[in-house]
């Protein structure tokens, strides 16, 4: 049979294609400082250049940088100290190597533990948060949840404002310690949502209700309440994370709800 004149592409072509995986800017800068631990360049003890000297020299934005050197002060590979900077842990260097590898590993593979931690830590964070919210805290969070729901009701993700919620949340916990694990795994739990776009137009407002019953019972004093909000919240996102990866596919709705935005997000993720 002839073809028709004009040739249209088929819209399961599309989507039939995924995502390709490029390593991040942050972990190809943490492989290479791997490299200097294990040849000795770097020693426990030697200062680290400055942020915006290795960004010129690795040839990436400040906020790669930043990211790579956030995770190795986290996991106690790098340390900041008031006199000297930000220095290499005294450890052997064998140990660094390893810890280094460590980081890679965990912030590719093992999404599924950090969201299981996040889980364990936030309902806590919820519930101290009911308890011991200031009125200028419960105001924060109030707003951060406006400026969620009116980004998300558009149909974007609204990642950043998803993460300023939760970091509310935990600063009116009043432990900084907590508050602290929050804010060293929130950002990773929202990079993999925009990575792997888990997102889709139905969840977005799920999530834009689940929110919703966290600020009240916070604003109420309710931690119970609050504690189990939070829990479901957390829940929630952890099975949209497993049906995501049963499924192994991009979304549909969030496909089609990301090209509605416009093509201007092309790579460029904001959870
Ligand atoms: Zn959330």
Do not use: W
């Not at 948060?129 to 974007?156: N, Y």
């Not at 300023?164 to 935990?170: D, F, G, N």
């Not at 600063?171 to 310690?177: C, D, I, K, R, T």
């Not at 209700?209 to 189990?228: K, V």
């Amino acid at each position: 049979m002839p073809r028709t004149s004009v040739s249209q592409t088929r819209p399961d072509v599309l989507a039939s294609l995924s995502a390709i995986d490029v390593a991040r800017p942050a972990d190809l800068i943490l492989r290479q400082l791997r490299h200097l631990i294990a040849t000795e360049t770097l020693r426990p003890g030697d200062r680290i250049p400055a942020e915006r000297d290795l960004a010129r020299q690795f040839g990436v934005g400040r906020s790669h940088v930043r990211d790579a050197l956030r995770r190795l002060e986290f996991y106690g590979i790098l340390k900041t100290q008031p006199q000297s900077g930000t220095v290499v842990a005294s450890l052997g260097g064998v140990a660094l190597t390893s810890l280094i590898g460590n980081v890679i590993a965990l912030d590719r593979d093992d999404i599924a533990a950090i969201l299981e931690t996040r889980v364990i830590l936030e309902i806590e964070t919820a519930r101290l948060a009911a308890e011991r919210a200031s009125r200028e805290d419960r105001q924060a969070i109030a707003q951060a949840q406006q400026a969620f729901r009116a980004k998300a009701l558009t149909g974007d993700p609204a990642l950043q404002e998803d993460l300023a919620l939760h970091l509310a949340i935990a600063h009116a916990a009043h432990n900084a310690v907590l508050a602290s694990l929050v804010g060293m795994i929130a950002p990773d739990v929202m990079r993999h949502h925009g990575e792997q776009r888990t997102c889709t137009r139905s969840r977005l407002d799920a999530v834009i209700d689940e929110h919703q019953t966290i600020c009240a019972a916070i604003a109420s004093r309710n931690p119970t309440d609050a504690a189990a909000a939070m829990g479901l919240h957390a829940q929630m996102a952890r099975k949209q994370y497993e049906r995501q990866r049963a499924l192994n596919v991009v979304p549909v709705e969030g496909r089609n709800t990301a090209r509605a935005q416009q093509g201007r997000r092309t790579r460029k993720r904001t959870r």
